[in-house]
């Protein structure tokens, strides 16, 4: 469609709506007689792209305020169109697919919702059933006609996708408005919607599992028998057909301890699909029982080189197609397979470095005790208690019972620390139980982490611009064949680009970028700017937080500016909020419901007698994991509080 389209107020494509834009408000006349509902809906759209503050660059003061005086006349145009209309239904039947959304808009924030009546809406959604969809955002609509959309509900088939929107799925950039379902929909009937769908014949893989795991919310809630129905179900739609034609591929790891002389103490590559992993045991021999610990970062990579945690969850680290089809969903942790392959090889990295410390005479439960009890005395002088780990020959259902209550004392010793600057027994023992994510920092109120704040929204067009893919700011000539994927990756490579190779569909972005000074031009060559802010928004885009004291002062600088704009938030815990997210996912179900609830499961006798001696096996190394990630952040910590506090000492400038 050719015509103008307001989708939101940070669309990567608004550069290129606008040009549209000019277009149209150039050549519109007020008062002038309108016979297509379509132009009439690109005029609504007009006047969201201006009341909204958009504009391109080229545009001088004195151009949008006669622009925005314009618009003012749209409102007349539009009611004025509608009012003279007497057949809503057959109006609909003109408009374009693009503005079906901006249709029910109009209606409703225009105050035309006398055009409307119980027998037109049973009409429209008698013929176009899919409508429903755009009538539920307008919280009005659904108000006033409330009995008659319950109703449709009811037998509509495809109702359970609506419910599913509107309590479980979190929608992206552009299906992220919101869904009024009616009030009059009870939550029985509701859970029938859902039951019916099941036993359908025609329900669907993905949804099924959904089901399974969904968590409840605020007006909507379902029965444990509902739940049992979609288990069931699963494996039933979970088999491949004997006649289906199967397009896949398989990716895999190869963990290797070598006992050969003079190699590098790690070495990693890929080969195909196989990812490769060989470590020196000549190196491992010669660390002392209080450095082994470190292996996990200096061999085994669980943290990076700011101090986060590599194993949460990236949306960077799908592929195209998981991105596309993987929708995000209320109380599940999102899941894709590069975070099922990296958390399995950071477990076999375990396993076998387990077994690389027997063939020594240790275990990784000794290098635990050892490294919390000794090392963290003698690097910062951390008054730990004793650390009681199940023995060795005990069973591994013994074995989970007691390392999640042992890490649960340790953070909440650390804790301790934090708030009194040491650990007294007798307050231990009387301070509340704390949950392992919510332990403060040594930094608690000096900035640990960065994430992002209340108005965030006002970089995410810069950022997407700079750092997304799909900006198309790189496919320039003379570049196009080297497969640059970022405007960013491009100008850092290339160091500039002419403004003049830009086509005319690019220029807006481009222009817009200039005029918020993340870029420059410079003799007619386009290149980066030196504003911190790049560097601060490429963290952000890769991860959505950072780790403060990992930047240059300047940067550090421009950070405590965007705070104070609201773009930018401090966070003070020991971990990150992605880590904590991270941490629930694998122990408990207070924020997930498809996590492995380790925790849970092995707490007053909770487990399950139908698990195998294997599976507990397993879930006591995603417990080790667990432990040795938790002592890594505590040292990560006192390091940088230990730095921090020396630097200010000795009255250094921090670097």
């Not at 990756?489 to 160091?495: A, F, Q, R, Y």
């Amino acid at each position: 469609m050719e015509r103008v389209k307001y989708y939101s107020k940070n669309d990567l494509g608004n550069g290129l709506q606008l040009l549209q834009t000019e277009k149209v408000v150039d050549r519109y006349q007020e008062g002038q007689s309108y016979s297509n509902i379509n132009d009439v809906l690109e005029l609504y759209n007009v006047k969201l792209f201006l009341d909204n503050g958009l504009s391109l660059c080229s545009w001088t003061e004195e151009q949008i305020a006669n622009y925005k005086q314009k618009t003012k006349g749209f409102g007349r145009d539009i009611v004025g169109f509608f009012r003279e209309q007497d057949n809503i239904e057959g109006l609909l039947n003109d408009v374009d697919f693009a503005y079906y959304q901006d249709f029910w808009d109009i209606i409703e924030s225009f105050g035309l919702l006398d055009l409307l009546s119980d027998k037109i809406l049973e009409s429209i959604l008698k013929i176009e059933s899919e409508q429903i969809e755009y009538i539920l955002h307008c919280k009005e609509i659904v108000r006033k006609y409330d009995d008659t959309l319950c109703t449709f509900l009811l037998s509509y088939p495809k109702a359970i996708n609506l419910l599913l929107h509107t309590y479980l799925i979190i929608g992206t950039d552009f299906d992220k408005r919101k869904l009024y379902l009616p009030k009059s929909l009870s939550i029985e009937q509701k859970r029938q919607i859902v039951e019916d769908y099941l036993k359908s014949g025609k329900a669907t893989l993905n949804v099924v599992q959904l089901i399974m795991q969904a968590k409840d919310v605020d007006g909507f809630s379902l029965t444990p028998k509902i739940k049992l129905l979609a288990k069931k179900l699963e494996p039933q739609l979970n088999v491949v057909p004997e006649d289906a034609i199967v397009a896949s591929y398989q990716a895999g790891y190869s963990i290797m301890f070598s006992k050969e002389k003079g190699i590098p103490y790690k070495k990693i590559w890929l080969d195909g699909l196989i990812f490769n992993y060989v470590y020196s045991e000549e190196y491992l021999d010669f660390l002392y029982e209080d450095q082994l610990l470190d292996v996990f970062v200096s061999c085994f990579e669980y943290l990076d080189s700011c101090g986060l945690l590599k194993l949460c969850y990236n949306w960077h680290e799908g592929d195209m197609l998981e991105k596309v089809c993987t929708k995000e969903v209320k109380g599940f942790y999102p899941i894709n397979n590069f975070f099922r392959m990296k958390n399995n090889i950071a477990v076999s990295q375990l396993a076998m470095f387990d077994a690389y410390l027997r063939r020594r005479g240790k275990s990784l439960e000794v290098i635990i005790k050892s490294y919390y009890e000794n090392h963290f005395k003698k690097a910062y002088g951390f008054p730990s208690m004793s650390l009681n780990l199940a023995k060795d020959e005990e069973d591994f259902v013994n074995k989970n019972k007691v390392i999640a209550p042992e890490m649960e004392s340790v953070v909440k010793q650390f804790n301790l620390f934090v708030e009194e600057g040491e650990i007294d027994p007798e307050l231990f023992q009387m301070s509340m139980p704390l949950p392992i994510t919510l332990s403060k920092s040594l930094l608690w109120g000096r900035h640990k982490y960065v994430v992002w704040g209340d108005k965030c929204q006002e970089v995410f067009t810069p950022m997407k611009l700079l750092f997304s893919d799909q900006s198309l700011l790189s496919f320039v000539e003379p570049f196009k064949d080297k497969g640059y994927h970022t405007l960013f990756e491009l100008l850092t490579h290339e160091l500039c680009v002419e403004y003049d190779k830009y086509e005319n569909h690019q220029r807006p972005k481009i222009d817009y970028l200039i005029g918020q000074g993340y870029l420059v031009v410079d003799n007619g060559l386009v290149k980066l700017s030196s504003s911190p802010r790049i560097e601060i928004l490429g963290c952000m885009y890769k991860k959505t937080e950072i780790a403060y004291y990992s930047h240059n002062p300047q940067v550090r600088a421009e950070i405590d500016m965007m705070v104070k704009e609201g773009i930018l938030s401090y966070d003070d815990y020991l971990l990150s909020p992605q880590e904590r997210h991270y941490i629930n996912f694998f122990l408990n179900a207070s924020e997930y419901s498809n996590g492995m609830q380790l925790r849970n499961k092995y707490s007053h006798g909770a487990m399950s007698c139908l698990d195998s001696e294997e599976e507990h096996k397993n879930a006591y190394y995603y417990f080790l994991m667990i432990f040795v990630i938790i002592l890594l952040k505590m040292n990560d910590d006192m390091n940088l509080a230990l730095w921090l506090n020396e630097a200010i000492k000795r009255g250094k400038k921090l670097v």
